[in-house]
């Protein structure tokens, strides 16, 4: 990796930072009971897609500890207490979730920022035993913060993701589900064509891309998409 691979690492830091932020002011507009209510995932509250906010930034920061001291630190200890740590977290009053969130958004910008251009180039491995460089943790960082955002179901949508966001996850996302799509489709945006699965395709999914990224991943459907849609295989 370049000194140039480093310092994108950094000004995607910043990008983070930025979103964090946004997320921080929709925090702000919630209350106690605000945080009972549902998220658009299923079984989750918005107090479970917080708690879970905060425990990922704590689960990166395992992440970049392996790519600064070259010892290896799982992003998880288990699936187990991932899971425990998410639904007794989910209980915690606002006030508790706000700090939670913010000290442990702090710890992972504060530590990245400690990286040399070295440390930037150590292979670690994702949860799901992915092999990815250092500089992809800040990627999977700004993925968490954008999209859970959506998720928390309280006025961000994905029509307010940031173009560049939707246009790096795009792509991504489509060769993920073209690896277990049952049913091959098209999908094609002002910016973006690909075919999904193997063969020839059976629908042709023609809409804004922000529209259908967030189909492909699983939240909404837009009725800007066409119908009747392919089965979606799942995202990750």
């Known amino acids: 990796m370049t000194s140039e691979s480093h310092e994108a690492a950094l000004r995607l830091l910043d990008t983070v930072t930025e979103s964090t932020q946004r997320l921080l002011a929709t ?74 969130f913010v000290e442990s958004a702090q710890r992972f910008a504060g530590l990245a920022r400690t990286l040399t251009p070295e440390q930037w180039q150590a292979e670690v491995r994702t949860r799901q035993g992915r092999p990815i460089p250092a500089t992809e943790i800040v990627w999977m960082r700004w993925q968490e913060v954008e999209i859970h955002h959506v998720d928390l179901n309280a006025g961000y949508t994905h029509t307010d993701w940031p173009t560049a966001f939707v246009t790096r996850l795009l792509p991504e996302a489509t060769a993920s589900l073209s690896k277990s799509a049952t049913e091959p489709f098209e999908v094609i945006t002002p910016d973006f064509t690909t075919t999904i699965g193997d063969g020839t395709p059976t629908h042709i999914i023609t809409a804004p891309a922000a ?20 089965p979606l295989p799942d995202w990750k």
């Open 211 to 230: 529209d259908t990224l967030v189909w492909l991943l699983g939240r909404t459907t837009p009725d800007s998409l066409p119908q009747p849609l392919p």
């Open 27 to 100: 925090i702000d507009s919630l209350d106690d009971a605000a945080l009972t209510g549902p998220s658009l995932l299923p079984g989750w509250t918005r107090g479970h897609v917080l708690a879970h906010l905060s425990r990922n930034a704590d689960s990166l920061v395992n992440l970049l500890l392996w790519a600064r001291t070259g010892i290896e630190t799982p992003q998880y200890a288990s699936a187990f207490l991932r899971e425990s740590d998410i639904q007794e977290g989910a209980q915690r009053p606002l006030a508790e979730q706000r700090t939670d």
